[in-house]
Every structure is written in structure tokens, then in C-alpha cells.
């Protein structure tokens, strides 16, 4: 489980800044009979051609800040842009430029697979025939080829994923907002979620996406803002992110007994440890210096009379960038 | 796939051409369903006009009837009856194709979040709504009506007689009252509360709406010298619509026309505010 940093330098490239098609300033949103904003002035910017991610844990303001640019959450203060139109102003105009997954299947129930891409074409204003044959392009592009005539009802969760993925694409939006697109998925729909995403995106597609999976975050996104309390804590690339903590890899120790002593002793001991905390049954000990590190630390312990349950050593998260950040975990 | 960060048409163009998209899938719909909706359309005033027109006269309980006036007094009932049973008919249609509709697309299938991303207003979505409702409404008309007068008894008929001009423009206009009523009532009540708005707001509009007898008729309901009934169905839509119904086809007594007219137009516009503003409510946050 030591870390590995091949896929890190790929992950860096970041969209093209010079057109933008998301920009904030000091967006906030307080709901009524809330003492505390929801959304507290945010300022983000979005190029044209990112994936670009909202991590954080539930309450802290991803889905209200995507809810405040897709025209549903009307903002107390400051201002939203898509494609440099005001949102609050023109929402008409900006969902021509949106596409949105939400979190639940909101799939017309009373249309077959194709009519829900088809209708969504006329809605969007496509001729008759084009709509028809670009829902017929997105089916087989989904692979959803062979279910075009079934009910909705027919599809299992991964499946309407791929379809409400489908239509929020069919009319080409400028940026395509994605609420929490995996929860509730199944590993492998998960995965063959991911990959449809990167898909788009290589084809030029900008996306917006919530999530409180920190490896989603990390897999898919080029930039990414971790949130808490309505709040960007920070903003960057996954991979300058998980540097700006200073340390290489997370060393997680189990032990019998107290393992305060086991914190002294290597922090005594060993060189590179930048910070620590107690775990349930153990401690967790960030470090950058990995060479022989776990002979070492059995050794020691053992010379120090500390029985070891277990021991790993795994490369740092954006749970760990989140922790140093708020003190908490992201899934709590 | 130029994915623009520009809109491509204006306001107006984008939603007028949303407002045809959204009408085209729910007439879709109408059309998979029609036998569904037929059948739920139907039942209803069938055994209405089966129960009152051809078992009461049978048995010897008809309304209206006696020995002596044989099959007379039921046949001026039947003429009451038959356009009575039109207007419930426009009315279940608002309630069923957007009360209930609306209702469950906002607490259970959600289908609302995403319709509501159309490049067009709030207010156009479910403005939409109400028309493919009314189209339902006056479909449901054309196909009751002569269900209502061809089912009675021997020797008791409705007594019909179409005025075109009420006919073309009281009904469509008692339509669309009646689905906007659907539009305030689907975004009011959760789903799980529907139970509550059948028995508690639909029963009492029904029972109190006219549809078995004619408004002046309730004038001997009274406690002292104030006509309380007749006073307090005033406020019931339905009354406007079934008196209007009578005006339409029959030539049966009934209110007068410059008070149904501006009523119903009335309760149009109070419904609509309201549904909009319920519907705007729910959407948004």
C-alpha cells in the first residue's frame, strides 16, 4: 500500500482560463429561519474545458451553490455568471446554456428511454429529425442501444444515470452540472459513470460536479474547491492539493492499549512526520520520509514494549487535505 | 456540439418553442393512455345518469317522478341532471390530469426538477400544464355528453338543446377554471395528503356544486329568512360551471350568463395567481 504518484502529472492540465463559463462573486445564500448562510461569498471561476469539483460533506454548500447557478435557489447576495450572463437576471437565457443531472431520478416516467432524449430535443428547440437522430447517436453512445422503446421503469439505477446524463448533454449546454453523480451507484456503474464523464470532457465538455467522495474528486476532476461551512477552504489540482500538505504518505498504526505513547515515540524517532492524530484503536501520523518506514516502526514499538495489531501505508488523500483543513473527516 | 457559452435564441423564442414541446409530450401521453383515460373519464357519469336516469325511474324512486306525471317530472330532472354530469366530468379532468399529476412530480417521481430546466419561465411550465389539462377537459366533455344522454329509462329523457356560442366559449373557458383549480390544489397537497383533498376539498365541491339540481332551487334552505345554502355554494366554482353547462344545453332555467361569464373568468384568474405562486414556491428556494 505504499504510494504511488504515477497518474499524478496528467491529472494537472487545467482548462483553457481565457474563456470563462462560470464566475461567482461573493455568491451567498442564507435560507430562511437559518441563523448561519448556507453559501457564504463565494468567488469561483470556471474555464471553458474543466471538470471542475465541489468537495466537501453534506451541508456545506455544493448543492446550494450548484442550485444558486442553475436558476433553482434564488441567491440572498452577490452575483452568478454563465457564459457572462447574470443568472438571478436572465435565468431564461442561462438554462439554453445548462444541462443538470440532480441527485434523483427525475426521468419522465410516462415516456419510453428514446422519447425522454427525443422530448428533451424539442424542448431545446432541435427539428423533429434531428432530435430524433441524436437521441438515436446518445443511445448507442450510452450504451442504452437496445432499450430505446423501454419504460424508464425498466432501468436499473446505473442505467438511468446514464440516461439523465444523456439528455443533459442532448442540446450541447455550455457547462453540464452534476449533483453528487454517483451516490447511490453501484462500484461499476460508478466507474463506467467516471468514464463517460472523462469521455465528455475529452470532447470538450465542461462539467460541474458536488461530490463528498474525495476519490471521485480526485479521479475526475482538474480542479477541485473543498468546501465546509458554505466556504472554500481551498482550491487547486488534486495533486497540488495533496502536495500543499507537506507530507508524502499517511502511516496508520493499530496497537493494544493507549497509542498516545506510540505518538511520542515516533515523532521522537522518526524524521518527516508533519502531523498526528488518534484513531479509533490507534494513531494516524502523516510522513515524508517512507524509506524502511514500517521495520522501522515495528521495531520501535517493539522496543518500547507496544504490541502492534496492525500497520499501513497508504498515499495521501484528499481526506487527509481535508482533515488538515477542518479537524474532520469528509464522511462524517 | 459547438458546446457556445452564448444562447443561440432569445427569451421569447426559446420558450415559445418550449411551450409546443412541453404541450406535444403531454398530448403523447393523452394518446398512450387514451384508453385509460376514456375509462376513468367514462365511469363516473355513467353510473351518475345508470344509478339517477335508469334505476330510480325503474324501481320507482325517481327524482322528480310520481304516478300521476308519468315519467314527466324525471325527464325535467335528467335535463338538469345530464349538464351536471358534463361539468363534474371537466372538473375530475382538472383534478386527475394536473392535481394529481402535479402532485406526485413534486413529492414522489420528482419528473418537476427536471422539467423546470426548460429554457422558459416558471409560470410556462405550468401554464403548460393547465392547457394539455383543459385539452383533456374538453375531450372529456365531447365524450361524456352523449354517454349522459343516452343512458335512461323509458319515457325519461333530457331535454338538449345546443347553444353553439355558449358552447364554444363557456366550455373551454370552464376548462381551463377547472385545471388551474387542479394547478393551485397539485402544488397544495403532498402527495401523501390526496386522500385529504378528495374528501375534504373535491366531495364537498361535487356535492354542493349543482350538479343535481339548479341554484334557485336550493332557495327553501333557509333559517330564519336567510337563504344559507344558497348563499354559501356561491363560493363553490362548480355551481358556475354546472349552471353554465345548463345555459349550453339545455333550455332549462339558470343564472344568468353576465354573472357566469365574469365569475368564471374570475375564478380563472384566482387560481392561476395562486397556483402560480404555489408552483414558484415549490421550485424554488
Request: proline letters at 4%; a neutral charge; aromatic letters at 8%.
Amino acid at each position: 500500500m505504499i504510494g504511488h504518484k504515477q497518474k499524478m502529472v496528467d491529472n494537472n492540465q487545467i482548462g483553457d482560463s481565457s474563456e470563462q463559463v462560470i464566475r461567482t462573486v461573493e455568491l451567498s445564500k442564507t435560507y430562511p429561519q437559518m441563523d448561519v448562510p448556507a453559501v457564504d461569498k463565494l468567488n469561483l471561476e470556471v474555464g471553458k474545458g474543466e471538470i471542475f469539483g465541489l468537495l466537501g460533506p453534506n451541508g456545506a454548500g455544493k448543492t446550494t451553490t450548484a442550485g444558486m447557478l442553475t436558476t433553482r435557489v434564488i441567491p440572498t447576495a452577490g452575483q452568478a455568471f454563465i457564459g457572462g450572463i447574470n443568472v438571478r437576471k436572465h435565468p431564461t437565457l442561462v438554462k439554453q446554456l445548462i444541462g443538470v443531472v440532480s441527485q434523483q431520478n427525475t426521468l419522465d416516467r410516462s415516456l419510453t428511454v428514446r422519447e425522454n432524449l427525443y422530448y428533451h430535443g424539442l424542448l431545446f428547440g432541435m427539428g423533429v429529425k434531428e432530435s430524433a437522430r441524436v437521441a438515436d447517436e446518445l443511445l448507442e453512445k450510452f450504451h442504452l442501444g437496445s432499450w430505446g422503446k423501454k419504460s424508464v421503469f425498466a432501468l436499473s439505477g446505473g442505467m438511468a444515470q446514464r440516461l439523465m446524463v444523456a439528455r443533459a448533454i442532448f442540446h450541447s449546454p455550455a457547462v453540464l452540472f452534476m449533483d453528487e453523480p454517483t451516490a447511490g451507484l453501484d462500484p461499476q456503474s460508478r466507474l463506467a459513470l467516471w468514464e463517460i464523464l472523462q469521455g465528455l470532457n475529452s470532447e470538450g465538455q465542461t462539467i460541474l460536479l458536488t461530490t463528498h467522495y474525495m476519490e471521485e474528486a480526485d479521479q475526475l476532476c482538474n480542479r477541485v474547491a473543498i468546501m465546509d461551512h458554505g466556504q472554500i477552504l481551498a482550491l487547486d489540482s488534486p495533486v497540488n492539493l495533496k502536495k500543499s500538505i507537506g507530507a508524502d504518505a499517511i502511516l496508520t498504526v493499530r496497537v493494544e492499549g493507549d497509542p498516545l505513547g506510540l505518538i511520542e515515540v515516533l515523532k521522537l524517532s522518526i524524521d518527516g512526520v508533519s502531523a498526528s492524530r488518534e484513531i479509533e484503536g490507534g494513531v494516524e501520523i502523516q510522513v515524508s520520509e517512507t524509506e524502511k518506514l514500517l521495520p522501522r516502526v515495528i521495531n520501535l514499538a517493539e522496543s518500547n514494549g507496544i504490541s502492534i495489531l496492525d500497520i499501513s501505508l497508504a498515499e495521501t488523500t484528499l481526506e487527509t487535505v481535508f482533515i488538515n483543513l477542518t479537524g474532520k473527516e469528509l464522511r462524517d | 456540439m459547438a458546446y457556445s457559452v452564448t444562447p443561440t435564441r432569445t427569451s421569447i423564442a426559446a420558450s415559445r418553442i418550449a411551450l409546443g414541446a412541453l404541450l406535444r409530450r403531454d398530448l403523447l401521453v393523452l394518446r398512450k393512455n387514451f384508453g385509460e383515460f376514456v375509462g376513468r373519464t367514462l365511469m363516473q357519469p355513467l353510473l351518475l345518469v345508470f344509478v339517477f336516469l335508469y334505476v330510480f325511474p325503474k324501481i320507482g324512486q325517481g327524482i322528480g317522478g310520481g304516478s300521476s306525471n308519468a315519467g314527466r317530472g324525471e325527464s325535467a330532472f335528467a335535463t338538469v341532471l345530464v349538464p351536471g354530469v358534463v361539468a363534474i366530468s371537466i372538473m375530475f379532468q382538472g383534478i386527475q390530469s394536473v392535481a394529481v399529476q402535479l402532485s406526485q412530480e413534486f413529492g414522489f417521481t420528482r419528473e418537476i426538477e427536471d422539467r423546470v430546466q426548460a429554457p422558459c419561465p416558471l409560470w410556462l411550465v405550468a401554464v403548460a400544464r393547465v392547457l394539455s389539462g383543459a385539452t383533456q377537459g374538453l375531450i372529456s366533455a365531447v365524450i361524456v355528453f352523449p354517454i349522459a344522454s343516452v343512458v335512461h329509462a323509458k319515457g325519461v329523457h333530457a331535454n338538449l338543446s345546443f347553444h353553439w356560442w355558449i358552447v364554444l366559449t363557456l366550455i373551454p373557458l370552464t376548462c381551463i377554471a377547472m385545471t388551474s383549480l387542479g394547478l393551485l390544489l397539485g402544488t397544495t397537497f403532498e402527495p401523501r395528503n390526496i386522500g385529504l383533498m378528495f374528501g375534504f376539498v373535491v366531495l364537498p365541491l361535487v356535492f354542493l356544486g349543482g350538479t343535481y339540481y339548479q341554484w334557485t332551487r336550493l332557495a327553501p334552505v333557509k333559517i330564519g329568512g336567510f337563504h344559507w345554502l344558497q348563499t354559501l355554494v356561491l363560493i363553490n366554482p362548480l355551481i358556475y360551471v354546472a349552471e353554465g353547462m345548463r345555459a349550453a344545453l339545455t333550455t332549462t332555467s339558470h343564472m344568468h350568463l353576465y354573472i357566469i361569464y365574469p365569475v368564471v373568468i374570475g375564478f380563472v384568474v384566482i387560481f392561476l395567481a395562486l397556483g402560480l405562486r404555489n408552483f414558484r414556491r415549490r421550485v424554488l428556494s
